[in-house]
């Protein structure tokens, strides 16, 4: 599986971006994901689980996220968003999108940027 982010950028303290991440396979088979994950890595931080969704529409959020992230998905186009409103200088990070945990695929990762 492939996946590849998109949307990061600079945005103030209070504004919002959308993330998205789009999957692919290079093989004929059919795309089945499970779940969805999204993470993050500020500098000199571990990375940390944002958010997850499954192809039933489960959604659960970290801690420090709920109520201003919305992960939601389109099975069909085999995308995930991240929608991400009041945003704050903390969630400055590297953003990447996962499936599969640990050892299943990783995007390239994006760059969000809360300037204060």
């Known amino acids: 599986v492939q996946l590849v982010e998109s949307g990061g950028g600079l945005v103030q303290a209070g504004g919002s971006l959308r993330l998205s991440c789009a999957a692919s396979?290079?093989?004929?088979?059919?795309?089945?994901?499970?779940?969805y994950n999204w993470y993050r890595q500020a500098p000199g931080k571990r990375r940390e689980l944002v958010a997850t969704i499954t192809s039933g529409g489960l959604t659960n959020y970290a801690d420090p996220v709920k109520g201003r992230f919305t992960i939601s998905g389109d099975n069909a186009e085999n995308t995930v968003y991240l929608q991400m409103n009041n945003l704050k200088p903390e969630d400055t990070a590297v953003y990447y999108c996962?499936?599969?945990?640990?050892?299943?695929?990783w995007g390239q990762g994006t760059q969000v940027t809360v300037s204060s």
């Open positions: 996962n499936v599969g945990g640990n050892f299943g695929a």
């Open positions: 396979t290079t093989s004929a088979t059919v795309l089945r994901i499970a779940a």
